[in-house]
């Protein structure tokens, strides 16, 4: 990747401390000067939920990578002060980390995101900012554990719920590339990213046992008994939100397409196999 540095070359991550974030950050490190931002971050410290620190963290950046807290009580309001910071300080593009099926009323998290793109378009449009929204599916590394040497699972929806499960660091590579680009490039898109199989839980777990020769009890529980052993220092609406989803995934697959994840990587997907250690 070759950085456009025709307007500046800082890129600045809000979320650097989540999973996401901190692999963004790595796919962009040697390539472009990251901001780290976060409520603890030492160089580039910033609060959602009041702005503090935003404008300052901006000042000097071509773009930014907005991902909210998990399940956010209010995520569009978050980024209705992250787009506003971003307009104050000259940032030239922001990429929204939405979701795949934003638009799934059963879900209210999705809902959220479905909430942010609309005010993303809308901001983008009165006041000339570009734009690039990411709907990543489920990640792989949901099941590291598995993945990597755990004996058991268990999850709160159907073990034969399908997905099409994307690796992390692909999104991240997808989301360096579209910040290093250049904004004109990748203005007004929405990009769907699927992985490359379509997977259920069981599929992934039998695919470990025939691949390692390790044996792995996998188990589906009810919603209710997952968030007793899980969920404990959750607040309620976070709660509601997971279980929703949870409910959501009991019911019917969850599926993206893998072409875009192809075309914008230049590359086929990470299939599932290749993250079994």
């Known amino acids: 990747m070759e950085l456009d540095v025709s307007r500046g070359t800082d890129i600045a991550i809000v979320g650097a401390t989540g999973k996401t974030g901190r692999a963004v950050a790595a796919a962009l490190d040697g390539v472009a000067v990251v901001r780290r931002l976060s409520r603890s971050a030492p160089d580039y410290p910033v609060d959602l939920e009041t702005g503090a620190g935003l404008v300052e963290a901006f000042t000097g ?27 104050s300080a000259g940032v030239d593009h922001v990429v929204y980390h939405s979701v795949a099926w934003p638009y799934s009323p059963k879900m209210p998290h999705h809902m959220d995101k479905a909430r942010c793109e609309e005010e993303l378009r809308a901001f983008g449009s009165e006041r ?8 990543p599916c489920a990640y792989a590394q949901n099941f590291e554990e598995v993945l990597t040497g755990s004996p058991s699972l268990v999850v ?4 034969d ?12 590579e997808v989301a360096a590339r579209i910040l290093v680009e250049g904004a004109e490039r990748h203005h007004g898109a929405t990009y769907e990213l699927g992985g490359p199989e379509m997977l259920s839980v069981r599929d992934v777990v039998l695919l470990v046992e025939t691949m390692t020769g390790r044996s792995v009890a996998m188990e589906s529980i009810g919603v209710d008994d997952w968030m007793r052993l899980h969920g404990s220092e959750l607040s309620p609406d976070a709660h509601q939100r997971l279980s929703a989803m949870f409910e959501y995934y009991d019911d019917r697959d969850f599926l993206a397409s893998s072409a875009v994840t192809a075309t914008l990587l230049g590359r086929s997907p990470t299939p599932i196999r290749a993250l079994v250690r």
């Open 128 to 135: 000339g900012l570009y734009w690039t929204i990411l709907q």
């Open 61 to 87: 950046c071509r773009g930014v990578y907005f991902i909210a807290p998990n399940v956010h009580p209010d995520e569009p309001a978050l980024l209705a002060r992250a787009l506003e910071a971003a307009a």
């Open 156 to 159: 709160p929806y159907s073990l």
């Open 161 to 172: 719920t399908k997905f099409s499960f994307v690796s992390l660091e692909d999104v991240a």
